[in-house]
């Protein structure tokens, strides 16, 4: 009986190709063990017929951006205000959970999955957009901007408006101070009669929140849709897509 032995040393012998090479071929997703496809190198393999994608490429793995649409209750980054445990945000990256109307073309690898970072938190009352990337310039370009980056939030409140309250929101000349520090101006607008529009650069945990308790509203709910230049489009609750070569935030 033959002994099982790693799937990247039985590839490698049977291509005559370094180890580092069977595994690139291997976490790229160019390998069949019995016709399924086999992303570990790890994988013990005996008798099996093992097969290499004729398009294989040995070409570095790129690194992805993925864009979730976190449904309130999942942990990203900041803690809660019920101070409960949540289950993170993470979890939804699943090949089962993309969109499918994503229009990448990209095929899903589990090395997609690992290593992501998340680049835009969000609280976990809060629904809306987040950015997972392992892509330093995307993770650096989010981090380095993220006073000037405007992010679009949509906010159903309760309560009554203070006279003046919408323009006291858009104030330019003054602004609001939120933890000692000068938050730069906002643009507000109604979108029905409980739902408010924000536009806002640098946003802070809480602020919004406490925008509106100045102005007579108590915040219900909290949904991220744009962040930058890249908006959460038609994702539903829990799916995901890959970002698009020719999105920019």
Request: include cysteine.
């Amino acid at each position: 009986m033959t002994e099982p032995v790693r799937l990247a040393k039985s590839l490698a012998q049977m291509l005559n190709c370094s180890r580092r090479e069977a595994e690139q071929y291997i976490e790229g997703g160019w390998v069949r063990v019995d016709g399924v496809v086999v992303e570990e190198p790890q994988f013990r393999v005996g008798a099996q017929k093992i097969e290499l994608d004729g398009d294989a490429s040995l070409l570095a793995l790129t690194p992805v951006t993925l864009l979730l649409h976190k449904p309130a209750g999942y942990e990203a980054g900041l803690d809660g205000a019920s101070g409960k445990p949540a289950a993170p945000a993470l979890q939804l990256l699943t090949p089962a959970n993309r969109s499918p109307d994503d229009r990448s073309g990209i095929r899903p690898l589990k090395k997609h999955f690992s290593t992501q970072t998340l680049a835009t938190p969000l609280a976990t009352l809060a629904s809306g957009l987040l950015v997972f990337t392992q892509d330093w310039r995307v993770a650096r370009k989010l981090s380095e901007d993220a006073s000037v980056m405007e992010h679009e939030v949509i906010v159903e409140v309760a309560g009554q408006l203070v006279p003046g309250g919408l323009e006291r929101l858009n104030r330019v000349e003054h602004g609001f101070t939120f933890n000692g520090i000068l938050l730069p101006p906002a643009k507000v607008s109604w979108q029905n009669e409980t739902r408010l529009r924000f536009a806002l650069k640098g946003e802070r945990p809480g602020q919004i929140a406490y925008m509106c308790e100045t102005v007579g509203l108590s915040v219900q709910a909290m949904k991220r849709i744009r962040v930058g230049r890249v908006p959460m489009s038609s994702l539903s609750p829990g799916q995901w897509r890959y970002l698009l070569p020719h999105e920019r935030f």
